[in-house]
Structures are given as structure tokens and as C-alpha cells.
């Protein structure tokens, strides 16, 4: 524990504002270097940061598989969900413009912050999924089809 | 000059890696390598691309062969039966005169006259400003021009996790 | 011919890279070292392409008022693409070779291509 402690102090000052600047990445996309992908990594780098210092097991216990699995899925359905939304009002696929704003512009601002957030979730859930499935110790060493 | 040095570190990194027994040792070095080369690609002004490469290649890519290798051995193996060494050399340098024979054709590096552009680039250059109205014009390539093909990347990273729950993932033991 | 060289160097220096990750991929048996092989051979791909949309005098792609060139935005979208998808065959293909260790106890092609010919090891 002694060795540790230094480790686990930082890691936990560090990881809210890792999550804060990948927030920062996913939102301000559109006005600098960023977006969807490059936030949705960080994000999943801070909670592989978690894991990798305080253990695996605590690491999952935060973000458990059901919260995972569902999220990586909600990313992808809100990406194809702003498209098909575009369509059903009457325009061609995640064409923005048919957004019920009022300013083409704002519509296409809303339509990519929509998308990007949908892009952040997917890439976020799916880089700590790939993590722990990669790295998961099995319990007891057996494996399932012997 | 700086380029030049950059260039000359990657190779020498890519070699490293390539050559190093220990797996461990080999990883660390592609995750610098995957450094530098972001570093190059923001001397090439492609700042979105190094971002993506520094956070993916160099974070999430090292990670995962870390995690890999505390599953399997960390070291490569001594001797190996097949020795394909001379073969391989012969092939690679073969190709790599093909391809050299293939750059003798295009346009000088930094050629504003090249052909890529002045088809779509310009429409998009524009655009970006106008029609879309965003500021980062790869961001607007990316989620209003050719937004279709961010759906597929999204769905390839999906894919992609959803192959590594069906491969590793153990089913909890009943009874 | 000084043209030439000065004018295309770049390129050959990113063939040399692709070649290195082309000779770890065909010459070394571990399937990991194989991988690592495939990784450097895909970033040198994508430095070969970034640098067809570098201009002369041109800043990056971010619309700027004091800009003159803008380089050409178009490969930095699908190098983009191009990373992320990198990253998810590389996580597959590490689930996989985790999977053979587990069957086969190794993780070296020549001598699971043994174990698999013998009639007393792990035949598929």
C-alpha cells in the first residue's frame, strides 16, 4: 500500500479533469482540432487509467459490462438515429437541414454536436470493453471451452 | 533539418521494433514511434490526424499489447524451425524498388498543381465556411459531407468490440 | 536528377517504412511481432498519404482569416477513418492470438503448424 498511495492520489486528481478535457474534445469539435473519435478515446483512456491503478476488479465495478454493452450500442443508435430523423422529416439522410431550426447553419451545429456525442459514447464504451476483456485475469484460470 | 532528424528517428524506431525480442521492450518502442509520427503529421499541418494517432496509436494501441502480452509470453522464441530470413529480404526489397519505381511518377512532394487539389477539395474548402458553417473543415468533411462514411467507422469500432466480447468474454460457470 | 531526389525523397523514405513493416509481417514467426509488423506497415501508409495533401504554404485545415492555402483537408479524413479502424482489427487480432494461446500453449507459427500436423496434438 505504501508505494501505491502515490499512485492512487494522483490518478485520483487526474481523472476527473482527463474526463472534463475529453468532454472539452468531444464538444468543441467543430472550432479545432477534436471531435468525436479523439474524445471518446481519452474518455476511455481515463477510465483505463482507473483500472490499471487500482486494480481491474475495482476498475469494472465502476463501469460495470451490462453499462458498457449498452452504451457502445446507444452511441451507434444516436448517430443512425439523427440520420433517420433527418429522413422521416422529409429530406435525404442526416441531411441537417431538414432540423427544425431556424438557421440552416444552426441546424447543421446541432445536427454534428448530436452525431459527435453519439460517436464519443461508441468509441468510449468500445475502448474499455476491448480493456477489460483483453486484460480480465479469468477466475480460477479455467477457460470455458476447457 | 527538423524533418529530416524526425524522419531519421522513425526509422530507427521501426527497425527497433521490429528487431527486439523482448515483446514488452518492442511495444514501448511502437508506442514512440506512434509519437513521433504524430509529431510529424503536425509539421504536415494534419492536426486533427496526429491528435488521433497520439490519443489511439500511442495510448490505446500500447495499452492493448500490454494486455495482450500478460496473456500470452513476453518473449519471442530463440530459434525457429524456418529460417525465412534471406527470402523475405529479397521480397521486400523487390517491392519497395517497385514502389519506389511507381513515386518516379508522382506529382513533387508539396506540389500545389498536384491533382488531388483541384476536384472536390475546393468545394469543400469553401463549403466548410458557407455551407455548413463549421470552422474545422475536416470536422465538416467528416460529419456533414461524408457523414454516411462516419456511420460505417462507427459501426467498424462496434464491430469490433462486440468481437472481442464474443472471443474473450467467459460465461459465468453454472453449478 | 537533383530535382528529382529533392522532389520525391520523402516518399522513398515512407517506402523504407511500409518495407519494414512488410518484412516483420513475412519474416518473423511470432504472431504478435506479426502484428507490430502490421501496425508500422498501416502508419507509414498514412504518412505516405498525408503528405499528398501537404501544399506549399499552405495551414492547416481550420478556417483562419490571415490564411493564404488552405492544405487539402480530404486525406486527413480518411486517414482519420483510417486510424480508428487500425485499432479495431489490431484489438481483434490480440483477442485472437490470446484464443490460440489458449488452444495451442504457444504462440509461435512454426510450432503451432507442428502441432497441428501431429496425430497427437491439438488437431482442429
Known amino acids: 500500500m505504501g508505494e501505491n498511495i502515490i499512485r492512487r492520489t494522483i490518478t485520483r486528481l487526474m481523472v476527473p479533469f482527463i474526463q472534463l478535457f475529453a468532454l472539452y474534445v468531444?464538444?468543441?469539435?467543430?472550432?479545432g482540432p477534436g471531435g468525436g473519435f479523439q474524445g471518446g478515446v481519452i474518455l476511455g483512456a481515463?477510465?483505463?487509467?482507473?483500472?490499471?491503478?487500482?486494480?481491474?476488479?475495482?476498475?469494472r465495478r465502476r463501469v460495470p459490462a451490462p453499462v458498457t454493452d449498452v452504451l457502445s450500442s446507444v452511441g451507434v443508435l444516436i448517430y443512425a438515429g439523427i440520420g433517420l430523423l433527418c429522413l422521416l422529416l422529409g429530406s435525404a439522410f442526416l441531411d441537417y437541414r431538414a432540423l427544425p431550426f431556424k438557421d440552416p447553419h444552426l441546424a447543421g451545429h446541432y445536427g454534428i454536436f448530436g452525431i459527435e456525442i453519439g460517436v464519443g459514447l461508441t468509441v468510449a464504451a468500445v475502448m474499455v470493453t476491448i480493456f477489460f476483456e483483453t486484460a480480465h485475469r479469468g477466475e480460477g484460470g479455467e477457460t470455458r471451452d476447457g | 533539418?527538423?524533418?529530416?532528424?524526425?524522419?531519421?528517428?522513425?526509422?530507427?524506431?521501426?527497425?527497433?521494433?521490429?528487431?527486439?525480442?523482448?515483446?514488452l521492450s518492442a511495444g514501448l518502442v511502437l508506442s514512440g514511434y506512434s509519437l513521433l509520427m504524430a509529431v510529424v503529421w503536425t509539421r504536415l499541418n494534419a492536426v486533427d490526424?496526429?491528435?488521433?494517432?497520439?490519443?489511439?496509436?500511442?495510448?490505446?494501441?500500447?495499452?492493448?499489447?500490454?494486455?495482450?502480452?500478460?496473456?500470452?509470453?513476453?518473449g519471442e522464441a530463440l530459434v525457429s524451425r524456418t529460417r525465412r530470413e534471406i527470402p523475405s529480404l529479397i521480397l521486400i526489397l523487390l517491392t519497395g524498388a517497385v514502389l519506389v519505381y511507381g513515386t518516379l511518377d508522382m506529382p513533387?512532394?508539396?506540389?500545389?498543381?498536384?491533382?488531388?487539389?483541384?476536384?472536390?477539395?475546393?468545394?469543400?474548402?469553401?463549403?466548410?465556411?458557407?455551407?455548413?458553417?463549421?470552422?474545422?473543415?475536416?470536422?465538416?468533411?467528416?460529419?456533414?459531407?461524408?457523414?454516411?462514411?462516419?456511420?460505417?467507422?462507427?459501426?467498424?469500432?462496434?464491430?469490433?468490440?462486440?468481437?472481442?466480447?464474443?472471443?474473450?468474454?467467459?460465461?459465468?460457470?453454472?453449478? | 536528377m537533383d530535382e528529382l531526389i529533392l522532389g520525391k525523397?520523402?516518399?522513398?523514405?515512407?517506402?523504407?517504412?511500409?518495407?519494414?513493416?512488410?518484412?516483420?509481417v513475412i519474416a518473423k514467426p511470432n504472431l504478435i511481432k506479426k502484428i507490430i509488423g502490421v501496425n508500422i506497415f498501416q502508419t507509414a501508409v498514412f504518412l505516405f498519404y498525408i503528405s499528398i495533401g501537404k501544399v506549399e504554404g499552405g495551414t492547416a485545415p481550420i478556417v483562419w482569416d490571415q490564411a493564404v492555402h488552405y492544405d487539402n483537408?480530404?486525406?486527413?479524413?480518411?486517414?482519420?477513418?483510417?486510424?480508428?479502424v487500425s485499432v479495431s482489427t489490431t484489438a481483434v487480432a490480440f483477442a485472437l492470438i490470446i484464443k490460440i494461446k489458449e488452444r495451442f500453449g504457444t504462440i509461435e507459427e512454426d510450432q503451432i503448424r507442428d502441432l497441428r500436423r501431429t496425430p497427437t496434438g491439438e488437431e482442429t
Open chain 1, 26 to 31: 468531444i464538444v468543441h469539435g467543430d472550432s
Open chain 1, 46 to 59: 481515463s477510465f483505463i487509467l482507473y483500472a490499471i491503478v487500482f486494480g481491474s476488479e475495482a476498475g
Open chain 2, 1 to 23: 533539418m527538423i524533418d529530416i532528424l524526425l524522419l531519421t528517428l522513425l526509422v530507427l524506431c521501426a527497425l527497433a521494433a521490429v528487431e527486439m525480442r523482448d515483446l
Open chain 2, 49 to 74: 490526424v496526429a491528435f488521433t494517432e497520439a490519443s489511439v496509436g500511442a495510448g490505446i494501441t500500447t495499452v492493448l499489447l500490454i494486455a495482450a502480452l500478460s496473456r500470452t509470453d513476453r
Open chain 2, 108 to 175: 513533387d512532394f508539396r506540389d500545389p498543381g498536384a491533382p488531388a487539389h483541384h476536384h472536390v477539395a475546393p468545394r469543400y474548402i469553401e463549403g466548410s465556411a458557407h455551407e455548413v458553417g463549421v470552422v474545422n473543415m475536416v470536422t465538416a468533411i467528416l460529419a456533414a459531407y461524408r457523414g454516411y462514411d462516419t456511420l460505417g467507422e462507427t459501426t467498424v469500432i462496434f464491430t469490433a468490440g462486440m468481437s472481442v466480447i464474443l472471443l474473450l468474454r467467459r460465461r459465468k460457470q453454472r453449478g
Open chain 3, 9 to 24: 525523397y520523402n516518399y522513398w523514405v515512407y517506402v523504407a517504412l511500409m518495407m519494414i513493416g512488410f518484412y516483420a
Open chain 3, 73 to 84: 483537408p480530404i486525406p486527413h479524413v480518411l486517414i482519420l477513418t483510417a486510424i480508428v
